[in-house]
């Protein structure tokens, strides 16, 4: 009997010791949760900074290229300086390039507790994929098509020395307003703001800037909600 007791005491003792490695064990990756989840939450607040700029840039572009549609259609009172500034803006070419995440490779999705939070995280790359190839488009329209044009118009100089000088919006960096001006000036030969409002393939590059800016802003709701929902579900999880 004393036997069977002694084995008794040994067997319970491993029980209860496997008993407290699995609580700290437990312990441990209950305190690496929290350290991914503010991360995750410091990471997707700053994604969700990054996308609302975006979102203000394109309708910055849509507000402009309606302005020089408007002026396309009447060219007789189209001001120059207006339209400068106004092309100066659909240059910008927003691009959103949020902090993408690998929790798989780590192994740290597993240890999140909530289960739509890791079924969001796992798709977070798709869902941002429609946006970035609308914006792809429009860069590459940006890039081979209107920069091009306005080029082969002799504006060039113009737009520049605008954007390096004069141009100033709510959507960019604060340390904008401290750069340091630089004396590009004006073209030596002024394009006419009739020139450049009558130019037929200027006013459908322009069209399309509305098309596919308004589209990648419609995606881009979608996604600023996915990010509001993880953001939501991130900071019910934090203790």
């Known amino acids: ?23 700290n064990e437990s312990r441990k990756e209950r305190e690496i949760e929290q350290t991914v989840l503010l991360q995750l939450q410091e ?19 849509i507000e402009s290229s309606l302005y020089i549609l408007d002026a396309t259609d009447h060219p007789e009172v189209a001001d120059r300086d207006s339209l400068i500034a106004r092309f100066s803006i659909l240059l910008v070419d927003p691009t959103f390039d949020p902090i993408t995440f690998d929790l798989s490779s780590t192994g740290n999705l597993r240890l999140l507790s909530d289960n739509n939070l890791k079924r969001l995280l796992s798709n977070w790359t798709s869902d941002i994929v429609a946006v970035q190839e609308i914006e792809q488009n429009w860069s590459d329209i940006v890039n081979e098509q209107l920069q091009p044009e306005l080029n082969q118009l002799g504006v060039t100089r113009d737009l520049a020395n605008y954007f390096a ?20 000036g004006t073209a030596r030969e002024p394009v006419s703001a009739t020139q450049i409002s009558e130019s037929k393939v200027l ?29 939501a579900l991130i900071e019910a999880e934090i203790h």
């Open 203 to 231: 006013e459908g590059l322009v069209s399309i800037a509305i098309t596919y800016n308004n589209a990648a802003n419609i995606q881009s709701e979608t996604v600023r909600k996915r990010i509001e929902e993880i953001l």
């Open 1 to 23: 009997m004393y036997g069977i007791g002694e084995i008794l005491l040994v067997v319970i003792g491993i029980l209860i010791a496997l008993q407290i490695d699995n609580w």
């Open 165 to 184: 000088n004069d141009l100033e919006a709510d959507w960019q960096l604060e340390e904008a307003s401290l750069r340091k001006k630089i004396p590009i």
């Open 43 to 61: 990471d997707f607040r700053s994604n969700l900074a990054q996308l609302n700029q975006k979102i203000q840039i394109r309708m910055a572009i």
